[in-house]
């Protein structure tokens, strides 16, 4: 039950992002032509209160997940694949973003709360401004929904049951995971709210610093979750993996690097 009912909660938090993406467009456009004023400031409202909702949605969705770890579901094909009844309860609950499917679904939250609280705390030109912003973080957001519900859902079931689980890759079975990939992702996901400013000041056509200085706490915030969650990476893969060397990390950790180039080049900028 609990399985199905994070399913439904995950579309209605796709569906969420779908309005808030569309009102916050459309709502800004119509305002920001000077017309219309009264609809406008409505839509303006719906995207605001859609972000609202989905951030709520997408934690729910997410809270239903971790239950299934942590009540050893093996029901359900996420916690079979990547859980055992033996394993440290610790790590049953890192265990949920231990595997592409819930880490996508981490990734959805994390969107979905970055929207919450632009909605509630981002400091903008105008309302319209924030309201455009709203618009192309739902638009962001609804694809990674997409992706999530359609084509990796984290609440797929098996039939029959499983007695037990496959249980989590021993590498993964360590402190760093509990950190790692949470700080990344606050790193990586918050630099869409700079890309959703970005593209708000070329819809309005701004030429003024404006926006970038509404941007810059954002772009700084998440180039500081990067930063930090690049270095407990290299600290897990070096004392982990014995690898030594320049880097002294899982090559993987490469694309965050470039993320990071990125972000402290636009920081600059801003």
């Given at each position: ?69 942590a009540t050893d579901d093996w029901s359900v094909v996420n916690v079979v694949e990547n859980s055992h009844s033996s394993k440290p309860f610790i790590y049953k609950l890192s265990g ?157 950790e490469n694309a965050p690097l470039m993320s990071w180039l990125a972000g402290t080049a636009l920081i600059h900028r801003l």
């Amino acid at each position: 039950m609990i399985a199905e009912l994070g399913q439904y909660v995950l579309v209605f938090a796709l569906a969420a992002a779908l309005i808030q993406g569309w009102a916050g467009l459309w709502g800004g456009h119509v305002a920001g032509r000077g017309a219309a004023t009264d609809e406008g400031g409505g839509l303006i409202s719906v995207a605001e209160r859609a972000a609202l909702a989905q951030g709520a949605l997408m934690l729910a969705a997410f809270a239903a997940l971790t239950v299934l770890h942590a009540t050893d579901d093996w029901s359900v094909v996420n916690v079979v694949e990547n859980s055992h009844s033996s394993k440290p309860f610790i790590y049953k609950l890192s265990g949920v973003w231990g595997n592409h499917e819930g880490s996508m679904l981490l990734w959805c939250l994390i969107l979905a709360g970055y929207g919450t609280a632009v909605a509630v705390l981002a400091r903008t030109p105008s309302r319209v401004f924030r309201a455009r912003v709203l618009g192309v973080l739902g638009l962001v957001t609804a694809a990674f929904t997409a992706f999530t519900a359609f084509t990796s859902n984290p609440f797929a079931r098996v039939s029959p049951a499983m007695s037990d689980g496959f249980d989590l890759n021993p590498l993964l079975q360590d402190p760093g995971l509990i950190i790692h990939p949470p700080m990344l992702y606050l790193g990586y996901v918050g630099f869409s709210v700079a890309f959703a400013f970005a593209i708000a000041a070329l819809l309005e056509k701004r030429e003024d610093r404006a926006w970038a200085a509404s941007a810059q706490p954002w772009a700084l915030t998440s180039w500081s979750f990067l930063t930090l969650g690049i270095a407990i990476g290299s600290w897990w893969a070096y004392y982990e993996l014995g690898w030594g060397g320049f880097w002294a990390w899982d090559p993987t950790e490469n694309a965050p690097l470039m993320s990071w180039l990125a972000g402290t080049a636009l920081i600059h900028r801003l």
